[in-house]
């Protein structure tokens, strides 16, 4: 296993684009919610400025992301360590190094400004054929405020196999362009994990393609942080592709959470799988799940579904949860979506407690049941236990809330009656 560490990013803004790699029409976003005529370029200046009623920013804290709307990047970038497994090739290479770019098409204004911006990126490759026995990881540690950005290009050759962990830990305002390649036959997972410290604020722009016969597993694990937004995205450049978009977030008080998704069907015979569950708590926690799924007439054949859960632990969170669903061909193997968000099942509390089971313990119970199905998806010990640990603190703030509202409840009671009797 090797270590390679980078701590000073280039400033270099030179890009690569080729002519008819993206579309848009006179530079300007176009009004149409569907995903199909969404604006998508490499350049920066065929973007507006937000102002936070796009479709694509409605949903956003507009006002934290002014940096990276602006494109100045001249804040302390991430430390950045890449601990690869075996067999694994990994590399910083310069801006116009021609890997890079091929997982798509920036398809917003920090998108754009990230790619502009990338300087040098990394590159991580895994050899045709080979299968590599233990996961690669991207430790990304921020470093402090001020807009900075930050490139990764993950390539899975022909028939390999792999799983590579981008961990975010620190403080820092990230803009930050994720892509994965897969060629014919691999089969790769990827797992993205936010854990930033309080004040982080994070844009991250992961795209995906995914060759004939190919397998991506990516998941998304967002628990730290003041506001982040991550954009994952997955198209297919030949038949028998298969995605599968997986997600686990816990909101706390006055974090923002977003994920916005997009699978793009643009050939025929292959299938997609969206599943992301989230928790909220505390004053202001907010999360934001959007999915996109565009079904093209050329994609017959295709097997798609996507699935949003939110559980409200709490007063005063919030979620919002909009899944799209467009089909332009009527020769598909399946297509649906559903999305939920509620409070704890009474009825599974009732049980719980009618057993014996004390209620903090009963509600743990119940949130770790919501989340055991995502967490056995990981797939990788020492994050499955990190994150278990993680979701145990949380519940350790939610339970002590509850304490708090329901000693407060007893309270006002006792005073109620108090008033009551000298009456």
């Known amino acids: ?7 000073n990013l ?5 890009r690569q684009q080729e002519d008819g790699a993206h579309s848009h029409v006179g530079g300007e976003t176009v009004s149409s919610t569907s995903r199909a005529d969404r604006l998508s370029s490499f350049e920066l200046a065929d973007f507006a400025l937000p102002t936070g009623r796009e479709e694509e920013w409605r ?13 100045e990047f001249g804040g302390t970038a991430p430390e950045v360590e890449v601990t690869a497994a075996d067999g694994i090739q990994v590399e910083r290479v310069g801006a116009d190094d021609p890997r890079l770019g091929r997982a798509g098409v920036p398809s917003d204004r920090i998108a754009a400004a990230a790619w502009e911006g990338r300087g040098e990126a990394w590159v991580v490759t895994v050899p045709k054929s080979h299968v590599a026995t233990s996961e690669t990881t991207v430790a990304v540690r921020g470093r402090g405020k001020g807009a900075s950005v930050e490139h990764v290009t993950i390539i899975a050759e022909e028939l390999s196999e792999a799983t590579v962990v981008i961990d975010h830990t620190g403080t820092a305002e990230l803009a930050q362009t994720v892509e994965i390649v897969l060629g014919d036959g691999a089969q790769l997972n990827v797992i993205s994990v936010q854990d930033w410290d309080a004040g982080a604020v994070h844009a991250s722009a992961q795209r995906a393609v995914v060759g004939r016969d190919a397998r991506l597993h990516h998941m998304v694990i967002t628990l730290g942080g003041d506001v982040v937004r991550l ?8 038949p028998g592709g298969e995605v599968q978009l997986d997600g686990i977030y816990f909101s706390d008080a006055g974090q923002h959470q977003e994920h916005r998704l997009f699978v793009d069907h643009g ?5 997609s799988r969206v599943a ?5 708590q505390g004053k202001d926690a907010r999360s934001v799940w959007i999915g996109d799924v565009l079904i093209r007439k050329e994609a017959e054949g295709t097997d798609t579904y996507e699935l949003n859960r939110n559980l409200v632990l709490t007063e005063g969170a919030r979620a919002d949860s909009v899944p799209n669903l467009e089909i332009e061909t009527g020769e598909i193997e399946g297509a649906g979506h559903a999305s939920a968000t509620g409070r704890f099942d ?3 509390l009732f049980y719980l407690r009618a057993r014996g089971i004390p209620e903090d313990a009963a509600r743990r119970l119940v949130v770790r049941g919501f989340f055991a199905e995502m967490i056995a998806k990981i797939g990788v010990a020492s994050v499955e236990e990190r994150i278990l640990a993680a979701i145990e603190e949380e519940l350790n703030t939610a339970m002590g809330r509850v304490a708090d509202l329901s000693s407060e409840l007893d309270d006002e009671i006792g ?9």
């Open 346 to 348: 009474e009825e599974q």
């Open 1 to 7: 296993m090797s270590t390679v560490t980078q701590q």
């Open 276 to 280: 992301y569950k989230g928790a909220l």
């Open 267 to 271: 050939v025929p015979n292959c299938l």
């Open 10 to 14: 280039s400033t270099d803004h030179s």
């Open 231 to 238: 954009t994952p995205e997955a198209s297919f450049s030949g």
């Open 59 to 71: 949903f956003s804290p507009v006002r934290a992301l002014q940096g990276m709307f602006a494109a």
């Open 415 to 423: 005073r109620a009656i108090e008033e009551g009797l000298e009456k």
